[in-house]
């Protein structure tokens, strides 16, 4: 069974920071690569950071500097470091595998499985 649940999610003001964490199940983690998605209102959902099996990252310019990944294998947990959040940092922030976890169904289609999100909110 896949799982990803997202926490941590709050309305923070400008100059703040969170932390928000992602448990995956097994199936999942194992896969290597996870990473950090967001999506905002109207926008399409973009890959803010991810981490290999190893350690190493990537962040995407508009939060390198600011946001941290991070992962413990042994709790299957993804973690995201996040500070000095800007306003238009606000979205869903979802974790997955890099590239997104596919689900495989018995009727032969194909869809990309995510969590629930957790809500950012960045008030000015």
């Known amino acids: 069974q896949v799982q990803l649940v997202e926490s941590g999610g709050d309305l923070v003001q400008a100059g703040g920071s969170l932390r928000l964490s992602c448990a995956a199940s097994e199936s999942i983690f194992r896969n290597g690569a996870m990473g950090w998605y967001r999506q905002a209102p109207g926008k399409q959902r973009e890959l803010v950071a991810y981490i290999t099996n190893g350690g190493n990252t990537d962040y995407a310019d508009s939060v390198k500097g600011r946001f941290t990944i991070s992962r413990d294998n042994a709790k299957r947990t993804v973690y995201l470091q996040m500070n000095n959040l800007k306003p238009e940092d606000t979205a869903v922030y979802y974790c997955?595998?890099?590239?997104?976890?596919?689900?495989?169904?018995?009727?032969?289609?194909?869809?990309?499985?995510w969590g629930q999100g957790t809500q950012v909110t960045v008030s000015s």
């Open positions: 997955n595998t890099n590239p997104p976890w596919v689900v495989r169904t018995t009727y032969g289609s194909s869809y990309d499985y």
